[in-house]
């Protein structure tokens, strides 16, 4: 089944406990992407990798790391977490096979199931 | 900067009736593209309908169609015969055709929709 996997689904951490959330993605995307999800904001971009080693900040980048070493994995890196990055966070993927403007339609995201994140 | 404005952050409808929740984006690009998702408790990010800025049709899958108007930058959404499974919040999202080297998603705010039996 062609799906994004993010873990864990659900953590509570301290402050400045360093943690990793992982991403893995079974259908050959060139594109990856976070989001974080908050009330009122809707869903705002962190980072985004067009391929492997290939990363640019998305609009809410601070106090985020990732990195792209392989094609399927893009893991979100929170070195030190902080309350205000209590959140609600979403991994996605697309193909870049069909671009914009080619008529062909957009690509279609495909997202992870989310990942609920409580820093104390 | 693109912007994405949902004003109803709470709808509510009766089963079977119909509902059509607002949206107006903000952007002085010509060609680009607009969705709905659909957020159930899951949490999971379901696409229901997607609409290309340069045709006139307005999209339609099956009981969810969209209202499009370019020049008012105007996209709703419409939920005919709406069914306690479409309770869920529901994301605008807006997506440039000319931006090469990203596929991000600028999202309004939501609006979350009950459904009563």
């Known amino acids: 089944e062609a799906q994004v996997t993010q873990n864990p689904r659900y953590l509570i951490t301290v402050t400045g406990k360093k943690l990793t959330v992982t991403c893995s993605q079974n259908?050959?995307?060139?594109?990856m992407s976070w989001y974080r999800q908050d009330p009122g904001l809707g869903l705002r971009q962190i980072y985004y990798?067009?391929?492997?080693?290939?990363?640019d900040k998305g609009d809410v980048p601070e106090g985020y790391k990732v990195s792209r070493k392989e094609k399927r994995n893009f893991p979100l890196i929170l070195e030190s977490p902080s309350p205000n990055q209590t959140s609600l966070y979403f991994c996605?993927?697309?193909?870049?096979?069909?671009?914009?403007?080619?008529?062909?339609?957009?690509?279609?995201?495909?997202f992870g199931a989310g990942s609920r994140l409580t820093v104390l | 900067a693109q912007t994405v404005t949902q004003s109803q952050p709470e709808m509510s409808v009766q089963e079977a009736e119909t509902v059509t929740l607002s949206c107006t984006y903000d952007?002085?690009?010509?060609?680009?593209?607009l969705f709905w998702y659909k957020q159930p408790p899951s949490r999971q990010m379901i696409l229901v309908i997607r609409?290309?800025?340069?045709?006139?049709q307005n999209a339609t899958e099956n009981r969810f169609s969209v209202n499009f108007q370019k020049a008012a930058k105007s996209f709703s959404l419409k939920i005919s015969d709406s069914q306690l499974g479409d309770a869920a919040m529901y994301f605008c999202?807006?997506?440039?055709?000319?931006?090469?080297?990203?596929?991000?998603?600028?999202f309004g705010t939501g609006t979350r929709l009950q459904v009563f039996p």
């Open positions: 259908m050959n995307h060139e594109y």
């Open positions: 952007t002085s690009e010509s060609d680009y593209y």
């Open positions: 996605a993927s697309s193909s870049l096979g069909a671009r914009a403007g080619s008529g062909s339609g957009a690509n279609v995201l495909t």
């Open positions: 609409q290309e800025a340069y045709k006139q």
């Open positions: 999202a807006y997506r440039s055709a000319w931006v090469y080297n990203t596929d991000k998603l600028i």
């Open positions: 990798s067009m391929n492997v080693e290939v990363t």
